[in-house]
C-alpha cells in the first residue's frame, strides 16, 4: 500500500484478554518495527523484523509480549494476559533493508497511524 | 546508553515568527538523526532525515542541523503558521547495527497562535 497500515485503530479490554494488533507496511519495506508510546512520552521500540524474523526483540517488556511476521509482510503483535500498564499507543513502521544498497536507502523509518490500545 | 532530550518542553508563539527547536543526544556515536511531527491522536510523519555525515537538511520552511561532536540538532522553522501545531519528535539511530531502533526524546508541543 502506499502507507503503512495499522487495524485496528482503537481497541478497548477488559484486564486479563488477549489482544492482536496487525500491521502492514508499506510494499517493498522488507524492515519492520514495533513501537510503544505512552501518554506524553516519545516512542519506545519494541521489536525489529527484517524478513520474517525477528532481529532485535530487546525491548519486548516480557514474554506476555509477542510478535510474528510469518510471510515477510504483514506482522502481527500479540499482548496476552493484558494488564492496566498495557495501555498506550502502540505504533508500527517500515523501512528498506538495512542491507539495501538502494540509493534511496536512508534509514528513513515510516510510521502508521497507530492502534490505541486501553485495558480497562 | 542513548539517551535525547528535547527543549522546550512546550513553546507557544504567534504566526509568523520564526523558531528553533533542540534536541541532544548523550551518545555522539549516531548513524542518523530524524525528526518527526505528530498530530494529537495521529502517527508520526517524517520530516527530516540527517545522516550522520551530514551537516543539514532542508525542506520548504524546515531546516534541520546536526552538530554530531556536540551532541546536538536543531529543528528550524521559519515563518510559523498556526498549521504548524503539532508535537515534534527528535529520534535517534546510534549505529548501522541498531538500524531502525530509535531512541526518541520526549518532544516539544508548539502552539502557533494567529
Known amino acids: 500500500g502506499a502507507g503503512v497500515s495499522q487495524t485496528p485503530s482503537n481497541k478497548v479490554t477488559e484486564k486479563g484478554k488477549y489482544v492482536e494488533l496487525r500491521c502492514d507496511p508499506i510494499?517493498?519495506?522488507?524492515?519492520l518495527y514495533w513501537y510503544r508510546q505512552s501518554l506524553g512520552q516519545g516512542p519506545e521500540f519494541l521489536i525489529y523484523f527484517q524478513g520474517t524474523g525477528a532481529a532485535d526483540d530487546s525491548g519486548l517488556p516480557n514474554d506476555r509480549f509477542f510478535a510474528v511476521r510469518p510471510e515477510g509482510s504483514v506482522s502481527t503483535l500479540k499482548i496476552q494476559r493484558t494488564e492496566r500498564g498495557d495501555s498506550a499507543v502502540y505504533l508500527c513502521a517500515s523501512s528498506l533493508s538495512r542491507g539495501s544498497s538502494s540509493v534511496l536507502n536512508t534509514g528513513e523509518l515510516f510510521f502508521g497511524e497507530g492502534s490505541r490500545l486501553t485495558v480497562l | 546508553k542513548q539517551e535525547v532530550t528535547q527543549i522546550p518542553a512546550a513553546l507557544s508563539v504567534p504566526e509568523g515568527e520564526n523558531l528553533v527547536l533542540n534536541c541532544s543526544f548523550t551518545?555522539?556515536?549516531?548513524?542518523?538523526l530524524q525528526w518527526f511531527r505528530q498530530d494529537p491522536g495521529k502517527g508520526l510523519t517524517s520530516l527530516l532525515l540527517i545522516q550522520s555525515s551530514q551537516r543539514e537538511q532542508t525542506s520548504g520552511r524546515l531546516n534541520a542541523s546536526l552538530d554530531k561532536s556536540s551532541g546536538r540538532s536543531t529543528l528550524y522553522i521559519a515563518a510559523s503558521q498556526p498549521g504548524d501545531s503539532a508535537t515534534y519528535l527528535c529520534a535517534v539511530c546510534s549505529g548501522w547495527t541498531s538500524y531502525g531502533k530509535l531512541t526518541f526524546g520526549q518532544g516539544t508541543i508548539l502552539t502557533v497562535h494567529p
Open positions: 510494499s517493498g519495506h522488507t524492515a
Open positions: 551518545d555522539s556515536a549516531i548513524y542518523n
